[in-house]
């Protein structure tokens, strides 16, 4: 493979930015690469990037799904995230502010949680595939609902489970060396994977993203297409909520999965995926997902405050989309030919 068509894998673009981030942490922080091990478990600053992105990773996934076949945007994941964990804390505390026993089977809190995501993944997908609300429109309802459920179901409390075996889902296996989300994350991408490459789902959403009437005319459903993509990034949003309320044995309805939509359209950006929907890159949006975890944390041990993260985050967003621009893109080759001429022609005539 040329060098000329490696650079033209939408997967560079995200790779770079990843290592344009190390780099600047390279020079900065001296002490960002080092890892240590105390009781069996490994940590240090990549570490904590893998596992504070994972559920930043896991709902990139569907969000990319959702821009590929729809051509717009779930901006209701956050609040999913955080009416799932609501309703796991609310089963296993029993209804009670604070918990120390779990009142409910861990495992069926955690599928009632994630069955209550994908009724908000069939609410959106009907919206959005059967009524054919505009995505952005569509998902505003569960945006602003959402969180608001969630808090009645919380009776406007913090809930709070303090046991162990409920942590587990968000912090380490015993004698693990690497967080619990990690291996949810690889779970995920490994499913996914199989399930785009063995199932004909990963052409029909890139064939709908492209010109739904055609695929129509084609003889698919873009209807159940749609439906489908939402339902399942709804069900990703649920299982990020499942590992965020775990992380602090607790589901705060007001804070969990707060803007994390707005980190998933930019993870998706920078993956090299065009949010007019088509051909997407998985891989892609992982990288992308992995590298705004990197700039957050690595913005954070340069001492930038947290008021200040949004406004790096613009400029990065910004970034992304002017280098995507088709316009920007045809001039700059305009550009690099003339370029070429120019230098030939200077060398002929010397």
């Known amino acids: ?80 995230a955080a009416l799932t964990a609501a309703v796991i804390t609310n089963i296993l505390s029993g209804g009670e502010v604070s918990a120390n026993l779990l009142h409910a089977p861990l495992l069926l809190a955690i599928a009632a949680g994630l069955i209550c995501a994908c009724v908000c993944g069939i609410w959106n997908g009907f919206l959005v595939a059967r009524l054919k609300i505009q995505p952005m429109v569509a998902t505003l309802i569960l945006y602003t609902a959402g969180r608001g459920i969630a808090q009645l179901i919380c009776g406007g409390q913090i809930t709070y489970v303090r046991v162990n075996s409920y942590r587990i889902l968000g912090t380490n296996f015993a004698g693990n060396p690497l967080p619990t989300p990690v291996y949810i994350t690889i779970a995920v991408m490994v499913i996914t994977g199989i399930f785009l490459k063995y199932t004909s789902f990963g052409l029909y959403a890139k064939t709908v993203g492209i010109n739904s009437e055609a695929a129509r005319l084609a003889g698919l459903n873009p209807a159940n297409i749609k439906f489908i993509a939402y339902l399942i990034c709804a069900l990703f949003a649920g299982l990020a909520g499942a590992i965020y309320s775990s992380r602090i044995y607790s589901c705060d309805a007001n804070n969990i999965g707060l803007n994390v939509e707005v980190d998933a359209i930019l993870a998706v950006l920078l993956g090299g995926n065009q949010l007019r929907g088509g051909k997407f890159s998985i891989v892609g949006s992982l990288i992308g997902a992995y590298t705004i975890q990197a700039l957050t944390t690595s913005l954070y041990a340069f001492g930038m405050s947290s008021a200040h993260m949004p406004v790096c985050k613009a400029v990065v967003i910004l970034a992304s989309i002017t280098l995507q621009s088709p316009e920007l893109r045809r001039l700059f080759k305009k550009y690099r030919k003339r370029t070429v001429r120019t230098f030939f022609k200077e060398a002929t005539e010397l």
């Open 1 to 80: 493979m040329s060098f000329r068509r490696i650079l033209n894998k939408e997967i560079i673009l995200p790779f770079f930015c990843l290592l344009a981030v190390l780099l600047m942490n390279l020079i900065k922080t001296p002490d960002f690469f080092d890892i240590s091990k105390t009781n069996g478990a490994y940590y240090g600053f990549i570490i904590d990037i893998i596992n504070r992105g994972s559920e930043l990773a896991i709902i990139s996934v569907g969000m990319t799904l959702v821009v590929s076949v729809s051509g717009g945007v779930d901006i209701s994941v956050g609040s999913v």
